[in-house]
């Protein structure tokens, strides 16, 4: 009797990749069907080989592209030298790689973590600390509705978004949240009672929204009338991507917080935060009191600072790149009369939709690009600092198709 015999469909090396963490990884993040497996500037790769224009950088991540060759030597160079040595002893990147953020910031010291919510939980603390040795009933935070911080306890509790609150409440006490424009808010909620005001100048993962000149301000002289921080978290918009060092540096005359926080782009991919402050904030923290095993580590900060010397060269490039691409997509958006607004500065830049855009993504990797929907309706973009004008104009014309098929399936309501 003839045996039908199934032919073996074998799963491909994406399938087996995605299998794999289905089974071992905790479920927590959703995911795109997309196994990345090199990436060479603004570009990357996938298991089979189509090339994707990433528009994205790993949320903001390699802010160089993808294998720099300043970044590459580096590397290469210092981990065949000294990767790590702890926080005992001395090596020769971090107190350089200190002074040169500091001269970049105009504040005066750092301390060196792992990534933006370690840097967040660090800010927190010296807050507290600050407060504390004022008077124990200084604790409390003013921090913005919509904002994002990041996600320990710490983080979250001063991060005005229930959705990402909600399953560990309570959190910790003593926070207000105010709405981003509404200084009269802001004037309402700083009192003796408040150790820091917490703010990022663009709301990120809120959906790219600029805090504008006279919220800042408003901060800044509340933050001194009351002696408490002015605390600038810069994890996204800083470190050269709003086409200054810094977004309070868009500002001028610049507005100085008392105490900054930056990650991403600064380890060019390696997981390099960081903590400034000028000498008042910095007097809350004594010996002891904080600290951190991998932080500030010898390959970190050499790759940091071949970073920061890199991206003080592209700073002119940023600026002019973000405007063409800006203004490249509000001309291809016009025609869209469901796009509500393109802003940002610098290469990070938001396209709101008036209706749930997630589907975008697929749409655009179908077209060769990686990009992002925040907050179901916005369209963020965070291109590497080294983007070029013919790269822009590649985006755009994929990004065109994304919004043609939206416009053909899109009916507006009624
Ligand atoms: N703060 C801001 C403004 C952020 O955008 C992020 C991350 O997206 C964080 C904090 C948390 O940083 P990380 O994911 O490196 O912990």
């Not at 015999?5 to 795109?32: D, G, S, V």
């Not at 350089?96 to 910031?105: F, N, P, T, V």
Request: a positive charge; proline letters at 5%; charged letters at 25%.
């Amino acid at each position: 009797m003839e045996t039908l015999i199934e032919p073996a469909i074998e799963a491909t090396i994406a399938e087996q990749i995605m299998a794999a963490e289905r089974k071992a990884l905790l479920q927590t993040y959703a995911r795109y069907p997309l196994v990345i497996m090199r990436g060479k500037g603004c570009h990357v790769w996938d298991v089979d080989g189509k090339k994707y224009l990433d528009l994205l950088s790993g949320i903001g991540v390699n802010a160089l592209g993808h294998a720099h060759p300043r970044i590459v030597k580096a590397i290469r160079d210092q981990v065949g030298k000294l990767i790590h040595c702890s926080n005992l002893y001395y090596h020769e990147f971090q107190g350089r790689l200190a002074e040169r953020l500091a001269g970049i910031s105009g504040l005066d010291r750092a301390f060196f973590c792992n990534s933006g919510t370690e840097a967040a939980e660090g800010a927190l603390k010296i807050a507290k600390a600050f407060g504390r040795a004022i008077h124990p009933g200084k604790n409390e935070i003013v921090a913005l509705e919509n904002s994002f911080h990041g996600r320990s306890i710490g983080a979250l509790s001063i991060t005005g978004q229930p959705k990402y609150r909600n399953d560990f409440e309570p959190l910790l006490p003593g926070v207000r949240f105010i709405p981003r424009h509404d200084t009269g808010a802001l004037e309402a909620a700083v009192s003796e009672r408040t150790a820091a005001i917490f703010l990022e100048l663009i709301q990120g993962e809120g959906g790219i929204y600029p805090l504008g000149e006279e919220m800042t301000r408003k901060a800044r002289e509340l933050a001194d009338r009351y002696n408490a921080l002015l605390v600038l978290d810069e994890i996204q918009c800083g470190v050269g991507r709003p086409g200054t060092y810094f977004a309070y540096q868009l500002i001028q005359p610049a507005v100085l917080p008392d105490l900054m926080i930056a990650a991403k782009p600064l380890g060019a991919g390696l997981p390099v935060g960081v903590i400034m402050t000028n000498e008042r904030a910095a007097k809350a923290l004594g010996t002891g009191m904080h600290g951190t095993t991998f932080g500030g580590g010898a390959l970190a900060c050499r790759v940091a600072l071949e970073c920061v010397n890199i991206i003080d060269e592209l700073l002119p490039h940023i600026r002019k790149t973000g405007q063409y691409f800006r203004a490249e997509l509000e001309k291809m958006t016009r025609r869209f009369p469901f796009v509500r607004e393109v802003r940002g500065h610098g290469l990070m830049l938001g396209v709101e939709i008036d209706f749930t855009c997630k589907h975008f993504v697929t749409d655009a990797m179908a077209e060769g690009l990686l990009i992002n929907v925040t907050h179901e309706t916005v369209v963020r973009l965070l291109p590497p600092y080294i983007i070029q004008e013919r790269e822009v104009d590649r985006a755009i014309r994929g990004l065109r198709n994304v919004f043609r098929k939206a416009a053909r399936n899109h009916k507006p309501s009624a």
